[in-house]
């Protein structure tokens, strides 16, 4: 038989090599009697919060505030609350004064909100809607405050009622630029105020920059236009809807909101107080 010269010459220093391996190895053992034992890093710690705030204010949403601290989790709770998918359960978590306020939609109670989704039919003309909560934090001024993003999206495979018309589906795939959602509980484990806030990147996702039920709206084929605080033109089209009636609320009447709402403002009027 015969076996290359190269093959001969690299067995023997293959061997080589595993001698001078096992001397290496035994050595590493022996030292290792007298090194510390290994240890497997450490998970870092997640930071600290900010310290409280330092600048003391008075302000009419001081009522959200309490003297004791809370005795339920705030964040678990409010990531139970974010998760819901039926209206019947999210009522649930309601306090009898509750109040929702948008950029430019409400203060409006929690049947309001019910009856005006119920009017355009939005749950219904997306079907597999999803909010996609994330990022849960609570507030380190408010220790009854929960934070967190949400970015929507889903498919408008049925029909939208706007008033008396009704639009036919796109069957359009729609994301939503994302926004913070603010949620106060009160000592009793209720929600007494949930602010939605603008989108905070109007180049996000596929709506043109329009969020929350506008972004939902304009996936269904409604040109929502410039949707923002302070617009003359979305303000005067607010008040014509509010007047004929039949499109859903936008904000609940006066008499309807709790008594701690102070502000007069509506929809996309500018902030008065």
Not at 87 to 97: G, V
Not at 101 to 112: K, L
Request: proline share 10%; glycine share 8%; charged share 20%.
């Amino acid at each position: 038989m015969r076996v290359h010269i190269g093959i001969l010459f690299h067995g023997a220093a293959l061997a080589a090599s595993f001698q001078r391996d096992a001397i290496f190895v035994d050595a590493f053992n022996a030292f290792g009697q007298f090194a510390p034992p290994f240890q497997k890093s450490a998970v870092a710690p997640p930071p600290p919060p900010p310290p409280p705030s330092r600048v003391k204010t008075e302000s009419w949403l001081d009522v959200l505030t309490y003297d004791e601290p809370p005795k339920f989790d705030v964040l678990s709770k409010t990531m139970e609350y974010a998760n819901c998918k039926n209206f019947d359960t999210i009522m649930t978590y309601y306090a009898d004064d509750y109040v929702f306020r948008g950029p430019v939609v409400g203060p409006i109670t929690a049947e309001d909100v019910r009856k005006t989704s119920e009017g355009f039919q939005i749950q219904s003309a997306y079907p597999n809607l999803q909010t996609r909560p994330f990022g849960f934090t609570v507030d380190p001024d408010n220790p009854y405050r929960c934070y967190y993003f949400e970015r929507w999206e889903g498919t408008n495979t049925e029909s939208v009622k706007i008033g008396p018309s009704e639009l036919p589906p796109t069957n359009k795939n729609i994301k939503l630029p994302t926004h913070v959602m603010s949620v106060h509980w009160n000592p009793e484990g209720k929600i007494r105020y949930v602010c939605l806030s603008n989108p905070l990147d109007r180049f996000e996702g596929n709506t043109r920059g329009a969020g929350a039920i506008y972004g939902l709206l304009s996936g269904a084929g409604v040109d929502m236009g410039n949707a923002s605080v302070g617009d003359l033109k979305l303000r005067l089209q607010q008040r014509l809807i509010d007047a004929i009636g039949g499109f859903g609320s936008l904000w609940s009447k006066d008499d309807d909101i709790p008594s701690w709402w102070k502000s007069r403002a509506k929809g996309a009027d500018p902030t008065d107080i």
